[in-house]
């Protein structure tokens, strides 16, 4: 199996950005002070727009609805676990720690959060087997070549969040998500407007 004609590592617009992205963001890490890596702070803020961003583009896809509408319902799962499913919109922070939220169990109504999420998860689940999902995710694959290169990146952001997530460094985790977030729209954009190759 010849597996680089399914891979294709040409440098692209998308490319471009999620590179100046991810040096932009290393840029960051030495020289934004650690509140940046806060909830609520402008480097998440940048991320749910990115997301957002995102959003709009499976949405306004024309082509494999069931895969697209999959990708929205995964990112609208992504925004919304980025406010932490409202905790971090509507309750205030410990003033101590900018970062420490009431647990859903120590709220009146903080069960249904685990509920609602459980349901939507679920739901996720039921919609890629009912709609086969799956189906139109391999044929993307087999027919159409890989954008290796925002790949990489992608992954490489994901790494970083990873690590440092690990380490307790919540500004580099961020900046990490960021680069991943920006990449992974990026790919989505070049496969909902057929900006890639097909395999031959």
Same mark, same amino acid.
């Given at each position: 199996?010849?597996?680089?004609?399914?891979?294709?590592?040409?440098?692209?617009?998308?490319?471009?950005?999620?590179?100046?992205?991810?040096?932009?963001?290393?840029?960051?890490?030495?020289?934004?002070?650690?509140?940046?890596?806060?909830?609520?702070?402008?480097?998440?803020?940048?991320?749910?727009?990115?997301?957002?961003?995102?959003?709009?583009?499976?949405?306004?896809?024309?082509?494999?609805?069931?895969?697209?509408?999959?990708?929205?319902? #995964? =990112?609208?799962?992504? +925004?919304?676990?980025? @406010?932490? &499913?409202?905790?971090?919109?509507? $309750?205030?922070?410990?003033?101590?720690?900018?970062?420490?939220?009431?647990?859903?169990?120590?709220?009146?109504y903080g069960w249904l959060a685990h509920v609602c999420v459980?349901?939507?998860?679920?739901?996720?689940?039921?919609?890629?087997?009912?709609?086969?999902v799956w189906k139109e995710a391999w044929e993307v694959l087999?027919?159409?070549?890989?954008?290796?290169?925002?790949?990489?990146?992608?992954?490489?952001?994901?790494?970083?969040?990873?690590?440092?997530?690990?380490?307790?460094? #919540? =500004?580099?985790?961020? +900046?990490?998500?960021? @680069?991943? &977030?920006?990449?992974?729209?990026? $790919?989505?954009?070049?496969?909902?407007?057929?900006?890639?190759?097909?395999?031959?």
């Amino acid at each position: 199996m010849n597996i680089g004609k399914y891979l294709d590592w040409q440098f692209r617009p998308t490319t471009w950005t999620t590179l100046v992205v991810a040096l932009v963001c290393l840029v960051c890490a030495f020289v934004l002070p650690d509140s940046f890596g806060n909830k609520n702070s402008p480097i998440e803020n940048v991320q749910m727009l990115v997301v957002a961003i995102g959003l709009f583009v499976t949405c306004t896809a024309r082509d494999r609805k069931c895969l697209y509408v999959f990708a929205s319902l #995964c =990112l609208f799962f992504i +925004l919304a676990r980025e @406010v932490n &499913y409202g905790r971090t919109l509507f $309750i205030f922070a410990d003033p101590e720690n900018a970062n420490k939220y009431p647990k859903w169990k120590d709220l009146e109504y903080g069960w249904l959060a685990h509920v609602c999420v459980g349901i939507y998860m679920l739901w996720l689940v039921v919609y890629f087997v009912w709609r086969k999902v799956w189906k139109e995710a391999w044929e993307v694959l087999q027919t159409i070549r890989i954008p290796a290169s925002d790949v990489l990146l992608a992954v490489l952001g994901m790494a970083v969040g990873v690590a440092f997530e690990s380490l307790h460094n #919540c =500004l580099s985790e961020e +900046l990490g998500e960021v @680069v991943l &977030y920006v990449g992974g729209v990026g $790919i989505l954009y070049l496969y909902s407007r057929n900006k890639l190759k097909r395999v031959e």
